[in-house]
Nanobody, 126 residues
């Protein structure tokens, strides 16, 4: 089993930066692919970014390219999401997810991931 615990959320203003962390414990070998998703109230869970091959490659939703950076520190068993120039529409609960394989073409789909954290709230005010 894998346990994921997110932290770093909070209330920020539009244009600010925030860094989220996801601590991994348990069977870390089952976290070949990790990702960040977000969910706004009343909306479906949305892909933000993914890290493949224990951090070897990164993939982003078009809406966050150039502003967000996903990274992974394998020595610390921690996944990060650096978010810059945040927008009000990016308010929501941010979730960390992991799976033991790479699903080419489906890495942006929540159903591709086996493990999920409890989420951390990010609120971006205008």
């Amino acid at each position: 089993q894998v346990q994921l615990v997110e932290s770093g959320g909070g209330l920020v203003q539009a244009g600010d930066s925030l860094r989220l962390s996801c601590a991994v414990s348990g069977r870390t070998s089952s976290t070949h692919t990790m990702a960040w998703f977000r969910q706004a109230p009343g909306k479906e869970r949305e892909f933000v970014a993914a890290s493949r091959g224990f951090g070897a490659n990164s993939y982003y939703a078009d809406s966050v390219k150039g502003r967000f950076t996903i990274s992974r520190d394998n020595a610390k068993d921690t996944l990060y999401l650096q978010m810059n120039s945040l927008k009000t529409g990016e308010t929501g609960v941010y979730y960390c997810a992991a799976c033991p394989r790479w699903n080419s073409g489906r890495y942006s789909e929540p159903r591709s991931y086996d493990y999920w954290g409890q989420g951390t709230q990010v609120t971006v005010s205008s």
